[in-house]
Nanobody, 126 residues
Framework: QVHLVESGGRLVQAGGSLKLSCAAS????????LGWFRQASGKEREFVAT????????DYAGSVQGRFTISRDDAKNTMYLEMNSLKPEDTAVYYC???????????????????WGQGTQVTVSS
């Protein structure tokens, strides 16, 4: 059982930057692809970014491509989402997730993930 805890969410102005963290306890990230999802108020949860177990493969939603960067540090059992050029439409609760996967596979579908964090609120003011 992997327990995930997100941190780093806060209020930020449009155009600003923020770095979210996702720490694992009760287990390690070994054997897992990792991902970030977000859910805005009144909307469905959507895919943001994913990184393979190897760390070599990454995939992003079109809406964040070029602005967000996902990374992982397995020695620290921590995953990150660096967010730049933030827009008001990035406002949402951000969730991290871990899914059993092969070495270079990335997972963009939420149903492929086994463990989820509780979420951290990111609010971007205009």
């Amino acid at each position: 059982q992997v327990h995930l805890v997100e941190s780093g969410g806060r209020l930020v102005q449009a155009g600003g930057s923020l770095k979210l963290s996702c720490a694992a306890s009760g287990g390690s990230f070994n054997g897992y692809a990792l991902g970030w999802f977000r859910q805005a108020s009144g909307k469905e949860r959507e895919f943001v970014a994913t990184i393979s177990w190897s760390g070599s493969e990454k995939d992003y939603a079109g809406s964040v491509q070029g602005r967000f960067t996902i990374s992982r540090d397995d020695a620290k059992n921590t995953m990150y989402l660096e967010m730049n050029s933030l827009k008001p439409e990035d406002t949402a609760v951000y969730y991290c997730a871990a899914g059993v996967s092969s070495w270079t596979r990335v997972l963009s579908a939420p149903e492929l993930y086994h463990y989820w964090g509780q979420g951290t609120q990111v609010t971007v003011s205009s």
